[in-house]
């Protein structure tokens, strides 16, 4: 085997999303889970493109501040090394992400729920 670490910070080869202008760089995907690290630009309104995933969701923010809002209109907080789990079907979307600095996500969704 030929293990090397990634350095998310260090990473070129970015897909733009061109709904929300978030960077998105996919570190592994297969059956089971789907890791994602997320750059997002600085943005005072937030994204209009709201997320509704079958796959549970967990976050964390590496680096930044952020608002996620979820579609009952609960808005939930974040500052850097903030860590929470987003229950598969529930729709939410982000309401806002600092620029100075910009938000850097740690995103890991999990494909095999047991309900």
Known sequence: MNFKPINIFKITNLSQDENSKEAIHVLENNENLKIET?????????????????EEEFIYLIQGEAIIEFINNEQLKLTKGDFFKIPAGISHRVAYTSSTPSCIWLTIFNKNRND
């Not at 997320?38 to 079958?54: A, C, M, N, T, V």
């Open 38 to 54: 997320i750059f997002s630009p600085g943005s005072e309104r937030g994204f209009d493109k709201w997320y509704l995933q079958p």
